[in-house]
């Protein structure tokens, strides 16, 4: 006898958690995979127009948060990553690397550009965690 795969609170079949997680990383539905969820870069649509699942305008207060949290997590990362790179190239060159002002320039501009540009998909894989948590209903 096969195994039963999990269910959300509405009944959906929840797909595994690398299938969710890959599918918000693109900005699409992480329960079944739809893609279109945004009007434009900055709004996402209240609802998946495939499986229904109710994204936007949740009563929970702070529901979106957990998006700007791992936002913020892969901006903070790569700016940390680009300072221990300095670092090791200024240790590995003598002290000939690049100057320190546009290592804090490249920062700064990442620091800006970076949260702007990710914007969506951290919105998608908050949904796919979520889903995980088996958080999400279908809103009905």
């Given at each position: 006898?096969?195994?039963?795969?999990?269910?959300?609170i509405a009944g959906a079949e929840r797909p595994s958690l690398p299938t969710m997680f890959a599918r918000g990383a693109i900005?699409?539905?992480?329960?079944?995979?739809?893609?279109?969820?945004?009007?434009?870069?900055?709004?996402?649509?209240?609802?998946?127009?495939?499986?229904?699942?109710?994204?936007?305008?949740?009563?929970?207060?702070?529901?979106?948060?957990?998006?700007?949290?791992?936002?913020?997590?892969?901006?903070?990362?790569?700016?940390?990553?680009?300072?221990?790179?300095?670092?090791?190239?200024?240790?590995?060159?003598?002290?000939?690397?690049?100057?320190?002002?546009?290592?804090?320039?490249?920062?700064?501009?990442?620091a800006i550009i970076m949260p702007l540009l990710f914007y969506p998909f951290t919105k998608t894989i908050w949904v796919a965690?979520?889903?995980?948590?088996?958080?999400?209903?279908?809103?009905?």
């Open positions: 006898m096969g195994e039963l795969n999990p269910t959300d900005k699409h539905c992480p329960r079944c995979g739809e893609g279109h969820l945004f009007s434009n870069w900055w709004t996402m649509k209240e609802r998946c127009p495939k499986c229904d699942l109710h994204f936007e305008g949740r009563p929970e207060e702070g529901h979106m948060l957990g998006g700007m949290t791992i936002n913020i997590g892969l901006t903070a990362g790569t700016l940390i990553l680009g300072m221990f790179i300095y670092i090791v190239v200024l240790a590995t060159s003598e002290g000939s690397g690049p100057p320190v002002w546009f290592v804090v320039a490249t920062s700064a501009a990442l965690a979520e889903i995980w948590m088996n958080r999400f209903d279908s809103g009905r």
